[in-house]
């Protein structure tokens, strides 16, 4: 089992920035890759980021890419999205994510995902 709370989701203006946390407890959090989701209003799910165990490898969805970046810290068991230039159709619940399956390889289906978050809210305002 993996537990996974976010945090650092907020209100925040057209082009501002933000850094959402999740910590995980549970199985040894070196062991796993980790992703980041989205939810806007009345759509589905959507893949954000996601980084495999140790850092070295990562994955963006292209809507994000050179946005936002996302990081790890096994020494706190926690994974990082920051997260610049935010638009306004970005608002959405950002939940984090973790495949335990996959160390190495850098999953970006929801279907390798086993553990989530409860999730966090950002909106971006206009």
């Known amino acids: 089992q993996v537990q996974l709370v976010e945090s650092g989701g907020g209100l925040v203006q057209a082009g501002g920035s933000l850094r959402l946390s999740c910590a995980a407890s549970g199985r040894t959090f070196s062991n796993y890759a980790m992703g980041w989701f989205r939810q806007a209003p009345g759509k589905e799910r959507e893949f954000v980021a996601a980084i495999n165990w140790s850092g070295t490898s990562t994955r963006y969805a292209d809507s994000v890419k050179g946005r936002f970046t996302i990081s790890r810290d096994n020494a706190k068991n926690t994974v990082y999205l920051q997260m610049n230039s935010l638009k306004p159709e970005e608002t959405a619940i950002f939940y984090c994510?973790?495949?335990?399956?996959?160390?190495?390889?850098?999953?970006?289906?929801?279907?390798?995902?086993?553990?989530w978050g409860q999730g966090t809210q950002v909106t971006v305002s206009s």
């Open positions: 994510a973790a495949a335990v399956r996959f160390r190495i390889v850098v999953p970006t289906e929801r279907y390798d995902y086993d553990y």
